[in-house]
């Protein structure tokens, strides 16, 4: 079955930098659309990035300029680049695959 791995979350302080990876256990990797969705307590889980298979990419309004999401095929990994990371990132990130394979989840936490 798909495996999703989420790596790189932390404890980082207002404007600092983390890189979230993602490891997919499958051989169609490089025709997914991949994301990453991220749910903060009390709120909905939302779409943070994606990235289809042709790298096109789309950003939610909070994270635009801030983050980039990236995908390297030959290792079957997408990436989230987070800068001037704020107290309202805090979430655990999950990662998705082609809508419908989800990861465990990996918290960060922005202090103030």
């Known amino acids: 079955q798909v495996q999703l791995v989420e790596s790189g979350g932390g404890l980082v302080q207002l404007g600092g930098s983390l890189r979230l990876s993602c490891v997919a256990s499958v051989g169609f990797f490089s025709l997914a659309t991949m994301s990453w969705y991220r749910q903060a307590p009390g709120k909905q889980r939302e779409l943070v990035a994606s990235i289809t298979p042709s790298r096109v990419t789309n950003y939610a309004d909070s994270v635009k300029g801030r983050f980039t999401i990236s995908r390297d095929n030959a290792k079957a990994t997408v990436y989230l680049q987070m800068n001037s990371l704020k107290p309202d990132d805090t979430a655990v990130y999950y990662c998705?695959?082609?809508?419908?394979?989800w990861g465990q989840g990996t918290q960060v936490t922005v202090s103030a």
């Open positions: 998705n695959l082609g809508g419908g394979a």
